[in-house]
């Protein structure tokens, strides 16, 4: 073999790798783009029980359940709720000061075989005024809130709102 068909056979290597490795990491990246998944999303198309992802919604009013495990540990479950769907959540662990019932929250786990979400992290909304983007999608597309009608319902009362009714279109 010439010095030239080495030199060029390396380069293919080199190339081939280096794509390979692109790829590869671009893969990756693929299904950890989005920030979090809604409870309509998971109704829609439930993940995986060994994918970890991220739950967002609002806690619903009247579902939260504080206990202590026999290993004294401080357990909750509740549910997270996006107005039209909601997904029963489990975690072990102290939960942070901003969590209470009506408020925003983004949750890290897994989907068990019995649809109840085992967060192993939980993260509340940080003011009251902030609402997450794609949280505010959601209230959209499941007829909760039309902006210009003015500003969302407030988060206690997203879990037991009905969506709106179609205003009949004139000329039809």
């Known amino acids: 073999m010439t010095r030239k068909s080495r030199r060029l ?3 293919l290597l080199c190339a081939l790798g280096l794509g390979s490795a692109t790829a590869l990491t671009l893969s990756a990246f693929q299904d950890n783009l989005v920030f979090f998944r809604s409870p309509s999303d998971i ?3 439930a993940p995986t029980p060994e994918r970890a992802f991220r739950l967002g919604g609002l806690v619903e009013t009247g579902s939260v359940v504080r206990e202590t ?3 004294g540990k401080p357990e909750a479950r509740f549910r997270v709720t996006d107005g ?3 997904v029963a959540v489990t975690y072990a662990g102290v939960l942070p000061d901003l ?3 009506g408020q925003g929250v983004v949750t890290l786990g897994r989907l068990g075989p019995d649809g109840t979400f085992r967060a192993s992290e939980v993260l ?3 003011d009251e005024s902030y609402m997450p ?3 505010a999608d959601a209230l959209k597309k499941s007829g909760h809130w039309n902006p210009n009608q003015g500003a969302p319902p407030p988060a206690a009362t ?3 709102l009905e969506p709106a009714q179609a205003q009949p279109r004139r000329g039809s």
């Open 158 to 160: 997203w879990n037991t």
């Open 84 to 86: 039209a769907h909601g």
């Open 124 to 126: 509340a909304r940080h």
């Open 69 to 71: 495990a026999a290993d």
């Open 43 to 45: 109704a829609r198309e």
């Open 133 to 135: 983007p794609e949280v």
């Open 99 to 101: 969590f209470r019932e």
């Open 9 to 11: 056979w390396l380069l």
